[in-house]
């Protein structure tokens, strides 16, 4: 038996990937749980049992701390009680914890379960004294702790612990053909679009995309962004969207915008926010689209100079000029559009689900 937690359930990077781990985890005789929230997400309609969490959030501190803490009993109780009763009826149960926050699991499952596993995504949480404690949680209650990246990895300084790299999503669109590369170089060459993939938070960048856009009138811009009406409505308080700027909220599928764009810009701030992996950088190598991103995170797992281009949005000056040549200089475009999409191969979902289901089946 497996039991799967993870905190808040939403449409973020870290349920997706735990949806692909579940899925990978099917085999004939291994019973599968999952323990989460009452929300919509990735991990809403999986086939398998599944066990609500509640979970509350608050904007105001003292509640949000408040209600993080009575999610955090209601789990451990209620996995305690899954756990017992598992080995009184001479089950082997191995507990995954997604994400460092469900720190209540791992004390269950050192308890209770045979092995308990940490799936490690973030860096840090907003508090550092969270952080703090959540990490030697982390490092002392789990038997296994699985890393998005090697940066992760070093940042935690966890010698013992594994590098699992994440793959294209399962509900992603496979990476194209190699034969099929030359016709999308063509569009993508023909039309020069440039997009951004992000949030609107300040670490994300979507500011700099605004000043880029407003010294680059001549090019054109796609700006897919996860906030609401309401969110963007304020932003534009804050900054004028130049019309060269298409800005596209939450939409259900990102396919054509990877499609049509000829470069990926990855302007997240590292001074303050490092990636932890950056799935969207390689959802648009598997459109053949190089990217131009920072010099720190845990793309650089699979970002090097055969596919992208280094460039910190603390120098608008130095993002400008790579972005002048990758779109002047055909011939170097080429040469990353076709290592990107050899990257993407190399990270498919298939794969991702072979050296996960070796880690969560290895007990």
């Known amino acids: 038996?497996?039991?799967?937690?993870?905190?808040?359930?939403?449409?973020?990077?870290?349920?997706?990937?735990?949806?692909?781990?579940?899925?990978?985890?099917?085999?004939?005789?291994?019973?599968?749980?999952?323990?989460?929230?009452?929300?919509r997400g990735f991990l809403s309609d999986l086939g398998v049992k599944k066990v609500v969490v509640p979970y509350f959030y608050a904007h105001h501190s003292f509640l949000k701390l408040c209600f993080f803490l009575l999610?955090?009993?209601?789990?451990f109780v209620i996995l305690s009680a899954y756990l017992v009763k598992a080995r009184l009826l001479g089950k082997r149960v191995e507990v995954v914890v997604n994400t460092i926050l469900p720190f209540s699991a791992l004390w269950a499952g050192k308890l209770f379960a045979h092995r308990?596993?940490?799936?490690?995504h973030e860096f840090s949480v907003q508090s550092k004294a969270l952080t703090f404690f959540l990490k030697f949680i982390t490092a002392k209650f789990s038997d296994t702790r699985l890393?998005?990246?090697?940066?992760?990895?070093?940042?935690y300084q966890d010698p013992s612990g594994q590098v699992v790299l994440n793959g294209l999503r399962g509900d992603f669109p496979l990476?194209?053909?190699?034969a099929n590369h030359s016709a999308m170089a063509k569009q993508k060459l023909r039309q020069r679009r440039v997009l951004f993939v992000g949030s609107l938070r300040d670490y994300k960048g979507f500011w700099a995309l605004i000043e880029i856009a407003h010294l680059r009138p001549n090019y054109a811009f796609d700006a897919v962004i996860n906030a609401s009406i309401t969110e963007y409505r304020t932003f534009c308080r804050r900054f004028f969207v130049p019309e060269n700027v298409n800005v596209i909220l939450r939409p259900s599928d990102l396919s054509d915008?990877?499609?049509?764009?000829?470069v990926l810009l990855n302007l997240s701030d590292c001074r303050i926010f490092k990636e932890t992996f950056g799935m969207t950088i390689l959802e648009g190598f598997s459109f053949a689209c190089p990217a131009i991103v920072p010099s720190e995170g845990g793309h650089h797992s699979f970002c090097h100079s055969g596919n992208s281009v280094m460039a910190d949005v603390a120098s608008?000056?130095?993002?400008?000029?790579?972005?002048?040549?990758l779109l002047s200089w055909e011939e170097r475009w080429l040469e990353l559009s076709r290592g990107a999409l050899e990257t993407a191969h190399t990270l498919s979902n298939e794969k991702y689900r072979a050296r996960i289901k070796r880690c969560l089946l290895d007990f």
Do not use: W
Not at 5 to 13: M, P, R, V, W
Not at 71 to 75: H, W
Not at 116 to 120: G, I, L
Not at 316 to 325: E, K, P
């Open 316 to 325: 608008i000056s130095v993002v400008l000029t790579q972005l002048d040549q």
């Open 147 to 155: 890393y998005v990246s090697d940066y992760l990895k070093e940042s």
């Open 116 to 120: 308990t596993v940490s799936y490690v």
């Open 1 to 39: 038996m497996i039991i799967f937690t993870h905190l808040y359930n939403d449409f973020s990077g870290s349920p997706c990937v735990l949806k692909d781990a579940i899925d990978s985890a099917e085999e004939e005789g291994v019973e599968r749980i999952l323990f989460t929230s009452q929300h």
């Open 71 to 75: 999610s955090q009993t209601i789990l």
């Open 257 to 262: 915008y990877y499609r049509k764009a000829a």
């Open 175 to 178: 990476p194209i053909a190699q």
